[in-house]
């Protein structure tokens, strides 16, 4: 069993270990209640997957694209930073490509633009009723805190459930684009939670976006933080009263705990002496790589849609495509357009030694039955490559989570990271939670 930890004492130093969403956000909480910490980041940026690039006057998006109201604790950091100002709400049309027709829904109006949508048949249509016996039965389950509290629903793979309940055409041309562009993973390596827990959180027709990009959530709490950019972590070691850690090029520190908030294969990498629960759910979490090709146009794009989904039938390495432009009015020049394609994880790992030339040429193409050519109207190309975007949440994974989240802090270490829930808001909840814990151990 591990060792109870220790008090720390007034004003502790703590290592945060990533600054990510999850990890800025737990040193920020930190501060706040008292302690004293230290953010250490491999990249040359913070933000993790909330990531923003400016280039050529245009304002870029490559990971996180919005953020829900539903996102409370997310909403209460935004306001505690008074950054309230940035964030605009809007109701976006979202699309689904079927048979090369692009099939609006306006979410101002969501039921009326879906039921007079062609994007599926009536009987279809008719058929999600099948869905309210599981919404009703775990509606109160779906939320941020965890989705281990979804461990009933994670023995069918998400494509069998949606065949057995729904059928083929909904599955085809709903709910495997939902987990597409959610998930980016496919139906058969999902599982049946993941489905319900997204109806039920992204049913809210309003979305946020932010003035100046996503990145100016993790710029604003980094700002307030001694944080250390460029100085990868090689070893969190627990020493006696204290945390140990390697970084950099052979440096050490001695803290008076850590918090870990790196997704789970650099976690076991960095602290090999994770065990029990932790290290059986790290283990099976495999990581989901993607690329981001983001194209500054010069003209605006004909339609309305925010965001088109693309599923497999339609195209099958193209997941979505999101038109920034359409964020708010500082993402692209005036009168210009910008969008994103997003790749699923077997181009991304075909395309890993190309150029960025050939990653946009190749994804331009996969676009081209959808969008038409757009070669002639490129003036601005970004290409960011994701070694890890999610995790496959596969059978049985919110069963690990759940064991998880019953084992207690390893000596003198905490860890974060929105593999216990989903999006910004399961990152943000997971470090105020790791936060809390060592605060609970200064405090005593």
């Excluded at 909480?29 to 997957?49: K, M, N, W």
């Excluded at 809007?90 to 994007?119: K, N, Y």
């Amino acid at each position: 069993m591990s060792e109870q930890p220790q008090l720390l004492r007034d004003g502790g130093r703590v290592a945060v270990v990533g600054a990510g969403m999850a990890g800025l956000t737990a040193a920020y909480r930190v501060l706040q209640g008292g302690g004293t910490p230290v953010v250490f980041e491999a990249d040359d940026s913070v933000g993790g997957r909330t990531n923003t690039t400016e280039k050529q006057g245009y304002i870029i998006d490559s990971g996180a694209i919005l953020l829900s109201p539903r996102y409370k604790r997310t909403m209460a950091l935004i306001k505690d930073l008074r950054l309230g100002p940035q964030f605009v709400a809007s109701r976006p049309v979202l699309s689904i490509v079927r048979d090369g027709v692009v099939h609006e829904i306006d979410l101002a109006r969501p039921m009326v633009s879906f039921l007079r949508s062609a994007v599926l048949s009536g009987r279809a249509k008719l058929a999600l009723v099948r869905l309210l016996p599981d919404l009703l039965r775990y509606w109160q389950r779906c939320h941020f805190r965890s989705m281990g509290e979804l461990a009933a629903l994670d023995h069918e793979t998400c494509r069998s459930y949606a065949l057995r309940v729904l059928g083929q055409e909904l599955h085809d041309y709903l709910v495997e684009p939902l987990i597409r562009v959610n998930m980016f993973t496919s139906s058969d390596r999902a599982c049946a939670a993941d489905l319900i827990w997204l109806l039920r959180i992204f049913s809210h027709p309003v979305v946020m976006q932010s003035r100046g990009g996503m990145q100016v959530l993790p710029s604003a709490l980094a700002g307030k933080l001694d944080v250390r950019l460029n100085s990868p972590v090689s070893r969190v070691t627990n020493e006696g009263q204290g945390v140990m850690l390697a970084f950099g090029e052979g440096q050490t520190a001695r803290f008076d705990a850590a918090i870990i908030a790196v997704p789970p294969p650099v976690a076991l990498a960095i602290a090999p002496w994770i065990s029990g629960p932790r290290r059986a759910f790290f283990s099976a979490a495999r990581p989901v790589r993607s690329v981001a090709v983001s194209l500054g146009l010069s003209r605006i794009p004909e339609g309305k849609s925010s965001m088109i989904m693309v599923p497999s039938l339609e195209q099958t390495d193209l997941l979505a495509i999101v038109f920034s432009h359409r964020k708010s009015a500082d993402r692209a020049p005036k009168g210009k357009g910008l969008v994103t394609l997003h790749m699923r994880h077997a181009w991304a790992e075909r395309v890993a030694g190309d150029s960025n030339e050939a990653v946009a040429r190749q994804a331009m193409e996969a676009a081209r039955p959808i969008l038409g050519d757009l070669a002639p109207l490129v003036e601005m190309v970004h290409v960011k490559h994701w070694q890890y975007v999610d995790s496959e949440r596969k059978t049985g994974c919110y069963h690990a989570l759940a064991r998880m989240l019953e084992q207690p802090p390893e000596h003198r270490v905490c860890f974060a990271g929105e593999y216990i829930s989903a999006g910004v808001e399961g990152a943000v909840i997971s470090g105020e939670n790791a936060a809390a814990t060592v605060l609970r151990w200064q405090r005593g």
